[in-house]
């Protein structure tokens, strides 16, 4: 908790300056109520069993030089009645967008590797951003992030440097790379993912393939984890 508040406080600071000179600054939200109907004996009626609600704050200017510089805050309070409970920061980063591309650097923030190469699948998982990973051993947020990002005609190219812990101060402790091609309906993708050996010293690799028909989609991604304690595909 000490880190989330650490990290909220830094992103605020930075946030702070691009707020009180940006022309455009916009705040918004979100609730969500899970209600159910219980019929048993002793416990008629109708029951809340989660609440959430999300604020989020986004300042953006353009600087003399072209740079647009976009700044984004937003905090999740929950009470899930028994299980983890807000609030908690969800995302806090900054990016500079020019002609070389977009520069991102974000104390939390929701994974672009997920929402690119998995998100598809949500609807078929938890809504919880956090039991996303349920069925694969990718995470759906990140934290102390750098990446840069850019797009070639049709193709998406994205690197990220992710530094969650001071354990290792030579190296990134997670390198990750993917491209996504998209025409249309139709979106082509793969990622890789390189841990480093305080952070349990594995590789991933993805691939996904996605069409929107309109009316249903659909969807595919496979993933391949090597371990190297066992030197094992899982």
Do not use: C
């Not at 530094?163 to 793969?190: C, F, Q, T």
């Amino acid at each position: 908790m000490k880190r989330k508040l650490l990290v909220a406080a830094i992103a605020a600071t930075m946030l702070a300056p691009v707020v009180a000179s940006a022309a455009d600054v916009t705040m918004g939200g979100r609730v969500r109520v899970n209600l159910s109907q219980s019929d048993v004996d002793g416990a008629d009626g109708m029951l809340i069993n989660e609440n959430k609600a999300r604020l989020r704050a986004q300042a953006a200017e353009t600087t003399d030089g072209g740079t647009k510089v976009i700044a984004q805050l937003e905090v999740e309070f929950a009470d899930n009645h028994g299980g983890a409970n807000g609030p908690d920061l969800r995302n806090a980063r900054i990016l500079f967008i020019n002609d070389m591309g977009t520069f991102v650097f974000a104390g939390d923030t929701p994974s672009g590797y997920w929402s690119d190469l998995y998100g598809h699948l949500d609807q078929f998982q938890s809504a919880n951003a956090g039991d996303s990973d349920d069925y694969f051993d990718q995470s759906a947020e990140s934290g102390n992030l750098a990446a840069y990002a850019n797009k070639f005609g049709p193709v998406k190219f994205v690197a990220a440097w992710v530094i969650p812990s001071n354990s290792n101060e030579e190296e990134p402790d997670v390198l990750s790379l993917r491209a996504i091609w998209s025409d249309g309906p139709l979106k082509i993708g793969g990622g890789y993912n390189m841990f480093a050996e305080n952070f349990g010293d594995r590789s991933i690799m993805t691939f996904m393939a996605g069409f929107d028909a309109g009316v249903a989609k659909l969807g595919l991604t496979a993933e391949s984890v090597s371990r190297e304690a066992d030197d094992a595909d899982s």
